[in-house]
């Protein structure tokens, strides 16, 4: 029934990642998927998981999505006891635009509506930031990441941060990653986030170093060393 599901039983532990966005679960299991012992799972849309994020703060809406997985999987025990899972992994993140005042903040992924399409997020910010013309000389931001890793033994919650600074270019550039990639330019390679490859983004990433703290908790819990 859920042979579409990798999982591991020999020496390993089953990560669910909370999150229904494929183009996150890979960058996620690219981050903590080479870690020894961990292996993240992904329940795509057609599960039907909804979950509302209507929390005020990044936290607040990274548990709630890791708490509606769990509610959703005390409802499909069978589910719950195929998947055997040990600790469910959620994050909440955003793009802070120093002149926008933190905008797009939380509603970084709808900024230009519930289901907005990536263009139309970068399109709308590109809109706001000629607006305004304190953007001209100052086009700082940053991306920030709350990572959640809830203890399904323990049965509790712990957060991780991390976040990357740099600017918002003028112009779309790069067809790699996804989100608003292609107008974040990293200073340390002096392009955009959409220009990079998976392991360089990964290495200095807001989710990045987020996860890679989730997991150095998760391999300290399970004494796993490497």
């Known amino acids: 029934m859920y042979m579409e599901l990798k999982l591991q039983y020999n020496n390993t532990s089953n990560i669910l990642i909370a999150t229904g966005n494929a183009h996150k679960f890979k960058e996620i299991k690219e981050i903590i998927g080479g870690c020894g012992g961990l292996n993240p799972i992904f329940l795509d849309k057609s599960y039907g998981i909804e979950i509302i994020e209507d929390g005020k703060t990044y936290e607040e809406n990274a548990k709630i999505k890791a708490a509606g997985y769990i509610d959703y999987l005390n409802k499909k025990p069978d589910l719950k006891k195929f998947l055997d899972i040990q600790f469910i992994l959620s994050e909440d993140s955003g793009l802070e635009v120093e002149r926008l005042d933190g905008a797009p903040g939380l509603f970084t992924a709808r900024y230009a509506g519930e289901n907005a399409s990536d263009s139309s997020n970068i399109e709308k910010l590109l809109m706001e930031m000629s607006l305004k013309k304190e953007c001209a000389s100052n086009r700082r931001a940053k991306f920030v990441c709350y990572a959640c890793l809830y203890d399904t033994t323990e ?72």
């Open 155 to 226: 049965n509790n919650f712990q957060y991780f941060y991390g976040e990357l600074s740099g600017f918002i270019a003028e112009n779309a550039s790069g067809t790699k990653g996804f989100g608003y990639d292609p107008v974040f330019i990293v200073p340390e390679f002096n392009k955009t986030a959409a220009l990079l490859d998976s392991a360089q983004k990964n290495a200095i990433s807001h989710r990045g170093t987020a996860f890679r703290k989730a997991a150095d908790a998760i391999k300290s819990k399970l004494n796993i060393h490497g």
